[in-house]
Nanobody, 118 residues
Framework: QVQLVESGGGLVQAGGSLRLSCAAS????????MGWFRQAPGKEREFVAA????????SYADSVKGRFTISRDNAKNTVYLQMNSLKPEDTAVYYC???????????WGQGTQVTVSS
């Protein structure tokens, strides 16, 4: 069982930055792929970014490529999402997720709200 707790969300003006954190419980954190997803009001949840167990491979949605950076610290059981040049369309609840297989996520956090004002 893995428990995930996100933090770092908030209200920011367009062009600003935020860093989200996701703290994971469990001893096997370093074996899991980690991902960030988001869901805006009235929309389906969408993929944002993912990182391999070692941190050596990352992938991003086209909408955030070049602005967001995913990273992880396996010693701290934490994954991060650095978000720069934020846009109003980035407003959503952001969720982190973990899984043993790339692209397949078994555990989800409760989400953290990010609101970008214009």
């Amino acid at each position: 069982q893995v428990q995930l707790v996100e933090s770092g969300g908030g209200l920011v003006q367009a062009g600003g930055s935020l860093r989200l954190s996701c703290a994971a419980s469990g001893r096997n954190f370093r074996r899991y792929f980690m991902g960030w997803f988001r869901q805006a009001p009235g929309k389906e949840r969408e993929f944002v970014a993912a990182i391999s167990w070692s941190g050596g491979s990352q992938s991003y949605a086209d909408s955030v490529k070049g602005r967001f950076t995913i990273s992880r610290d396996n010693a701290k059981n934490t994954v991060y999402l650095q978000m720069n040049s934020l846009k109003p369309e980035d407003t959503a609840v952001y969720y982190c997720a973990s899984g043993a297989v790339a692209g397949s996520y078994d555990y989800w956090g409760q989400g953290t709200q990010v609101t970008v004002s214009s």
